[in-house]
């Protein structure tokens, strides 16, 4: 069992020992057994929500209504959540009632695909009653049961489908792929903000480019009211290494200038994204825009910050299909040598304008600062008091 399970472990230990059985299931043995590297480690078992929340000091019962409790274990969060069975679901969403039994089968049957349909116990032995792992070998993404009834449960699952295909570089089984094609329509009734933590992943994935084209192929782009004017583009989406963007905003930003978005603020505000993200990608999206006409200015790198001018730069290369890490230091070399990066950098600030102008304050200091930056950004004025005080002889700013 890999290191990363350590921890985890002890409370899987600590179950058993109480008489429960335990797991640790989903995307984390899926992993494991493609030797790819793990993220959450979520555990299943047979005990309830309280007796889970007796045996443990530190929980918090995030979701114990679905029968989920966060234990928290080394400064850690695990999710352990009691074997259930899902009744009829309201809306194509969510189910109307939980039911927590002790079949860790009819738990796992439950679950989407059959490579997220597989659990492990304490010893490391694997338990695969839909054949997860084949589907795994052959690179298939492939529903637990039949297809339609899948999705008609929660329609989510054909969005996950396009990521795990994008993520994983596994092919859409034949059957799924129809029922997705079929099912597309009950994507509606989905949460944008379920839609664009999926789509975001999905941007990520080696297989970005094949996945854009099925999101426009299988017809689900036409039930995202944020993509729907936006077909064309998914289909002729570039050959590109998006799965080196390295954060959110680098990864919104790409999909504007792939998708040639005109009103890059309002198309992201209807993803319902963070304002500060919003704001963030926005700014990348006229950069590149800036950079594309005029090249790097020292007014651009100001403007956008360093953390911006570095996703920016990173950005750029990987849609041209050049990035080289050395490239980018050189960009944040070049941004380390502004003579200013923000306004309480310049020699003199608007209390000692005044002073030395010898007028009342007004507009007029706000346009001077202003004008100050802008000619100590391209090489004009160097940010020095007695120079800045010549420099305002001259301006023709007052």
């Known amino acids: 069992m890999k290191e990363v399970f350590e921890k985890p472990y002890k409370i899987v230990r600590r179950l058993t020992e109480k008489g429960y059985q335990a797991y640790f299931v989903g995307g984390a043995i899926r992993d494991t057994i493609m030797n790819r590297p793990i993220g959450d480690i979520d555990i299943s078992t047979s005990a309830l929500p309280e007796q889970v929340m007796e045996l443990f000091p530190k929980t918090i019962p995030v979701g114990i209504e679905h029968g989920t409790v966060v234990v928290m274990l080394e400064e850690e969060a695990f999710e352990v959540t009691t074997f259930r069975k899902d009744d009829e679901y309201l809306d194509h969403r969510r189910p109307t009632n939980v039911q927590f039994i002790d079949s860790l089968l009819e738990d796992l049957k439950r679950r989407d695909f059959t490579m997220n349909a597989i659990a492990m116990n304490e010893h490391g032995q694997i338990f695969d009653p839909f054949h997860g792992q084949a589907a795994i070998k052959e690179k298939k993404i492939q529903t637990v ?27 859409i089984e034949q059957e799924t792929l129809l029922a997705i094609k079929a099912n597309a329509n009950l994507l509606h009734h989905i949460s944008i903000e379920r839609i664009s933590v999926e789509l975001e992943k999905t941007l990520s994935g080696i297989n970005c480019k094949s996945a854009m084209q099925l999101l426009a192929e299988t017809g689900l782009s036409e039930q995202i009211l944020s993509l729907i004017s936006y077909r064309d583009q998914l289909q002729h989406w570039p050959n590109i290494h998006s799965n080196l963007l390295k954060t959110r905003t680098e990864k919104w930003a790409l999909l504007c200038t792939v998708l040639k978005v005109k009103e890059t603020e309002w198309f992201l505000k209807t993803w319902k994204l963070p304002t500060r993200l919003i704001k963030e990608a926005t700014s990348m999206v006229l950069g590149l825009e800036e950079i594309q006409a005029t090249g790097w200015t020292n007014l651009l790198m100001y403007k956008l910050g360093e953390e911006l001018t570095i996703s920016t730069e990173r950005l750029r290369l990987i849609q041209l299909g050049q990035l080289d890490e050395t490239e980018v230091s050189k960009r944040f070399d070049a941004y380390k040598k502004l003579p200013i990066y923000d306004k309480s950098d310049l020699a003199v600030n608007g209390h000692e304008l005044i002073e030395m102008v010898g007028q009342p304050p007004g507009p007029w200091v706000s346009k001077v600062l202003s004008k100050m930056e802008h000619d100590i950004l391209v ?20």
Not at 157 to 162: K, L
């Open 145 to 171: 049961g039949v297809p339609h009834e899948r999705f008609q449960e929660d329609a989510l699952r054909m969005v996950r489908a396009i990521r795990f295909h994008s993520q994983l570089a596994f092919d």
């Open 379 to 398: 090489g004009k004025l160097d940010n020095q008091k007695e120079l800045i005080k010549e420099w305002l002889n001259t301006c023709n700013q007052l």
